[in-house]
């Protein structure tokens, strides 16, 4: 397995993480994830940037034995 691949995999993982927690944070109102109602969107969008690097990174990595 590439090392790209590798990386975009852990990247997409992350990224899944950060947008479940930021929409947790904001349905709770920050009472459950330590953050406010409105700070929940930074863990929302990063992990949509890592998500959509992650899938980036994997589909655009050839494959080479």
Partial sequence: MNQK???GTI???????GIIWG??????GGDGAAVGKYTSA???VVGL???F???????TT???A
Avoid at 23 to 28: G, S, W
Avoid at 53 to 59: P, R
């Fill in 49 to 51: 940037i890592f998500f």
């Fill in 42 to 44: 930074v863990p929302f």
């Fill in 5 to 7: 691949r590798t990386f």
């Fill in 11 to 17: 990247l997409t993982v992350l990224g899944i993480v």
């Fill in 62 to 64: 050839k494959d080479e």
């Fill in 23 to 28: 929409a947790y944070a904001f349905l709770m």
């Fill in 53 to 59: 690097a992650g899938i980036n990174l994997i589909k």
